[in-house]
């Protein structure tokens, strides 16, 4: 295997691969050489300065460069024969993802989109509950920091509980997408709020920034059965629902009609689990990846919701 573009997330990609079992770290791409450089001495792999070069001595590689960039590294390792697993978002339009997709099949090779919050410890510990979501709410804030502000918001962070969204529906389309949100310190959308209503009926209220004073990441699902509290960022998750036998009027307390259930999974390293489903599906073995179809999905919901936002008017000044 290989990687290709490590900078802060790729860095981690280089990490965990070159400690993998049953993998073998060929060595890393990236146009910036010096950090390359610095990052092939700490793991031990070979700096190649070409992504062609690359791609002629491995088999299967990671892509985790700026997202104007995906469209045209995955091309060249598709077509080369080599698999892809491309960090989100898939890419930058529904033409370029649609150009991936294509050439995956084409050449017959595995093609995977690094939605790494599928394989968060509270969203395995909550699939053991999951039944009919009727209504979810994340939030989603991080303080600012330059990287990711290449896109909007929507495409940096909100498109993670986007595709957590049609995943806890089970990919059922969007038929409705309200949105609003404003850019602060970037050409792009900087905070975003979406309301998506899914065919079938599902709710989804999602919000998101990139100039919060703290760390937040939290999704919240209430069904028939309960209502489903997770903290993505301790992977801590909890399960509220009516406790058996209870009967109305024959409580004084809500800890008398409702009992919280803790839910848990095994502690593991998200971005791990991701590689290595992503290593086992090019192996042929069975594995839950999050598809390149699925990729497309959630890039088309993010696109809707940033194009929803631009179609609210903007008041004049002194109005």
């Not at 990236?30 to 690359?54: I, Q, Y």
């Not at 602060?184 to 979406?194: R, W």
């Not at 069904?223 to 301790?234: K, V």
């Not at 992977?235 to 036998?245: D, P, Q, Y």
Request: hydrophobic residues 50%; proline residues 4%; aromatic residues 4%.
């Amino acid at each position: 295997m290989g990687v290709v573009g490590v900078g802060a997330l790729g860095k981690h990609h280089v990490r965990h691969l070159a400690a993998m079992p049953g993998v073998r770290l060929v060595g890393i791409h990236d146009s910036d050489h010096a950090s390359a450089a610095a990052t092939a001495a700490t793991f031990g792999c070979r700096v190649f300065e070409s992504c062609s070069e690359l791609l002629a001595n491995v088999a299967a590689v990671t892509v985790a460069v700026p997202t104007p960039c995906h469209h045209a590294v995955g091309l060249e390792c598709l077509n080369r024969g080599v698999a892809v697993l491309m960090e989100k978002p898939f890419a930058v339009t529904l033409a370029e993802a649609d150009d991936l997709v294509a050439a995956a099949e084409r050449n017959h090779v595995v093609l995977a989109v690094g939605h790494v919050e599928r394989f968060n410890r509270a969203i395995r510990a909550a699939s053991s509950v999951l039944d009919q979501p009727a209504f979810i709410e994340g939030i989603r804030l991080a303080p600012f920091q330059p990287r990711g502000t290449d896109v909007a918001v929507v495409l940096d962070l909100m498109i993670h509980d986007l595709d957590l969204a049609l995943h806890l529906v089970g990919g059922a389309p969007a038929v409705e997408v309200r949105a609003s949100g404003v850019s602060i310190v970037s050409s792009h959308l900087d905070i975003a709020n979406a309301r998506v209503e899914f065919a079938g009926g599902a709710v989804a209220s999602v919000v998101s920034s990139r100039v919060a004073r703290e760390r937040v990441r939290r999704l919240r699902i209430f069904q028939p059965s309960g209502y489903i509290s997770l903290d993505l960022a301790t992977g801590e998750a909890n399960f509220m629902r009516l406790r058996a036998g209870w009967r109305p009027g024959t409580a004084s307390s809500l800890e008398e009609i409702v009992e919280t259930v803790a839910l848990t999974a095994p502690e593991a390293d998200a971005l791990g689990l991701e590689l290595a489903a992503f290593v086992a599906a090019v192996r042929g073995d069975p594995a839950e990846i999050v598809s390149a179809a699925e990729g497309r999905a959630a890039l088309a919901l993010a696109l809707e919701v940033t194009s929803a936002v631009e179609r609210i008017p903007v008041p004049a000044l002194g109005r």
